[in-house]
């Protein structure tokens, strides 16, 4: 099955940047579709953070920035806060599966 | 603003079928793509299918021969059933609006509900 993937977790100090990666395949990044992530906080639904690789919803603050590259995407978030502290999952679109397709999920931490 | 609200049976029997709704209050269900996603405990997301009234039903290559969505415009509700349940479909069951009209592509899932607990255990 499709699945793009992600590390399990990241870790950083309040106010220090953090990447998240998120590697796909021909089939759906590199297919040119775009990439869309979400945050989880746990006991919780996922919530749209970032669109269209790079664009964010009304609300989100601007400390979250998204990326992508060949068959790859990224989450940025600077200035770590403790309530960022979440599940994060990136999302595509695959031809194989004529559907979505999400990220293995990276857990951060603000040490 | 849009609100989407998950019901259903939170005990389903092996063998038997999970049924699920989802009740969008605030839009029209006759617009958008509309899917069902879940997640299994302490897992990740997994695209379960979507249905635009008039554009397409996809469904994911793992779970088609057991699942169906549909649409009832009358009551505002989409639906998901799926068939010869086992333990591995015990999850959270989400449905999530795209606000596409056109490609399921560009604008990701704007709208979630709070999810329903779905256990398979007899």
């Known amino acids: 099955q499709s699945v793009l993937t992600q590390p399990p977790s990241v870790s950083g100090a309040p106010g220090q940047r953090v990447t998240i990666s998120c590697t796909g395949s021909?089939?759906?990044?590199?297919?040119?579709?775009?990439v869309h992530w979400y945050q989880q906080v746990p006991g919780t639904a996922p919530k749209l953070l970032i669109y269209?690789?790079?664009d964010r919803p009304s609300g989100v603050p601007d400390r979250f920035s998204g990326s992508k590259s060949g068959t790859s995407a990224s989450l940025a978030i600077t200035g770590l806060q403790a309530e960022d502290e979440a599940d994060y999952y990136c999302?595509?679109?695959?031809?194989?599966?004529?559907?979505?397709?999400f990220g293995t999920g990276t857990k951060v931490t603000v040490l | 603003q849009v609100q989407l609200q998950e019901s259903g049976p939170g005990l389903v029997k092996p063998s038997e079928t999970l049924s699920l709704t989802c009740t969008v209050s605030g839009g029209s269900v006759s617009s958008h793509y509309w899917s069902w996603i879940r997640q299994p405990p302490g897992k990740g997301l997994e695209w379960i299918g979507y249905?635009?009234?008039?554009?397409?039903?996809n469904y994911n290559p793992s779970l088609k021969s057991r699942v169906t969505i549909s649409i009832d415009t009358s009551k505002n509700q989409v639906s998901l059933k799926l068939s010869s349940v086992t333990a591995a479909d015990t999850a959270v069951y989400y449905c999530?609006?795209?606000?596409?009209?056109?490609?399921?592509?560009?604008?990701?899932?704007?709208?979630w509900g709070h999810g329903t607990t779905v256990t398979v255990s007899s």
């Open positions: 999530a609006r795209d606000p596409s009209n056109s490609y399921p592509y560009y604008y990701g899932l704007d709208v």
């Open positions: 269209g690789n790079t």
């Open positions: 021909s089939s759906n990044i590199g297919a040119r579709y775009d």
């Open positions: 249905m635009h009234h008039s554009v397409r039903t």
């Open positions: 999302q595509s679109y695959d031809t194989g599966l004529s559907g979505y397709v």
